[in-house]
């Protein structure tokens, strides 16, 4: 077991991060006070005498591993096993240092992973001033930003001057799904590490094996999600989930009609709301309680004291953000199964041979295939994108779905 085990499928990435791992061992353990070595290659390709840097941006696509490659790092950063005099590799798992940073717990790694739309100045200083910190334990101060995309502009160029003169001995490990989704000049700034999407028999083995998964069912949640390794746990895993796909795959049936295909849209967006409701349920009024106790009511009818209305206002800001959030990667979810339905219905009707990955519509998915053109699949897959673009942009949930819903009955 090492703190690698859960990176699926990234092998030259462990490779070049246990590298790394290494040089940032040698470089505490022989002088305490060093600060890390910088290098105008930061950016580039690395050097074998350069393979540790005090800023690196890890992308590839959804499902490929992002945060978990960054936390593991983090892991190996802080590893003090007795295995390393030996020769050994950083992050073995099961020393202290790795086990309380892969469960959360150490003190000197510091994981944003933000439930809000964006992530804005205020927390953005919040974590510079963190990183300007010596860590406590003699290691590492690690700062793991797992939706650095989500930064607003004012909020990056905050994030720009710790990267452009680090502290000693701290480390930035910052996840984004495409360069292109950080400031330039921030990314100048970091070693780029790029994971692929992992293949779909390492995605089941990993369930079985960590998650006790049955295999047939592994498997299929493996293929239905190309790779995605958090969508496959969670169709696993959640029986409601596998519910709310096989729903979404019924739907290119249900278009025989304007009305169907309005009806079709209001299903969709009543689910994801339902979806960001159980998140509040689940969540919402534990926080809020939680604050009142720390602002010192003392039960949930007592009045709070004089002056802190504006933190409660604060918190019930952010709790609906956050099922802003929840409805939209619900409706996104939904929209990338549309799109493999459409996907399958194209390699079907272009006769490939490589199976496809919804196998239990396939029933659907040869209907479709049979009663309609590429060049119409092509547009329907076309107008799941529109959407999904128009959802970005803040189109009104149902009018957005609509219009797919409409577009894809006229093909």
């Not at 202290?96 to 892969?102: K, N, R």
Request: hydrophobic share 45%; aromatic share 2%; glycine share 8%.
């Amino acid at each position: 077991m090492s703190v690698w085990d859960d990176v699926v499928g990234q092998g030259p990435v462990v490779e070049q991060l246990t590298a790394a791992a290494r040089d940032a061992d040698a470089l505490v353990s022989h002088a305490p006070g060093a600060a890390v070595a910088v290098d105008s290659t930061a950016g580039e390709e690395p050097r074998a005498a350069s393979r540790m840097t005090h800023a690196w941006l890890f992308t590839g696509p959804p499902g490929a591993g992002r945060a978990t490659a960054a936390r593991a790092f983090a892991a190996a950063l802080q590893c003090v096993s007795p295995d390393r005099a030996l020769g050994g590799a950083p992050g073995c798992g099961f020393c202290d240092g790795c086990h309380t940073t892969l469960v959360g717990t150490h003190a000197d790694v510091e994981v944003v992973a933000t439930d809000q739309l964006s992530i804005g100045v205020k927390d953005t200083r919040d974590l510079v001033r963190r990183s300007s910190m010596s860590p406590a334990g003699g290691r590492w101060q690690v700062i793991v930003l797992e939706d650095a995309d989500r930064l607003t502009e004012g909020a990056a160029n905050v994030l720009l001057k710790a990267v452009e003169e680090p502290a000693p001995r701290t480390v930035w490990l910052l996840c984004a799904p495409s360069v292109d989704d950080v400031l330039p000049t921030i990314r100048s700034r970091c070693r780029h590490l790029t994971l692929r999407t992992p293949p779909v028999d390492a995605v089941a083995d990993v369930l079985v094996r960590r998650d006790g998964i049955e295999p047939a069912l592994a498997a299929m949640v493996a293929r239905a999600t190309q790779g995605h390794i958090g969508r496959a746990r969670r169709l696993a895993t959640d029986e409601r989930a596998r519910a709310r796909r096989a729903a979404v795959l019924r739907l290119p049936l249900q278009l025989g009609d304007i009305g169907g295909c309005l009806k079709a849209a209001q299903t969709l967006v009543d689910s994801a709301t339902e979806d960001a409701k159980q998140v509040a349920d689940e969540t919402d009024a534990k926080e809020t309680e939680e604050l009142r106790a720390a602002l010192g009511a003392s039960g949930s009818g007592s009045r709070l004291p004089r002056g802190t209305a504006g933190a409660m206002k604060d918190l019930a800001d952010r709790q609906k953000r956050r099922a802003t959030r929840t409805q939209r990667d619900t409706l996104d979810l939904a929209l990338t199964d549309l799109a493999a339905f459409y996907r399958d219905v194209l390699a079907v009707q272009l006769g490939s041979t490589t199976p496809i990955a919804n196998a239990e519509a396939a029933d659907a998915i040869d209907r479709i295939a049979s009663t309609s053109r590429p060049e119409h699949t092509l547009r329907r897959i076309e107008a799941i994108l529109a959407c999904r673009e128009a959802l970005d942009s803040n189109v009104a949930p149902l009018l957005a779905v609509e219009a797919m819903t409409m577009a894809l009955r006229a093909g």
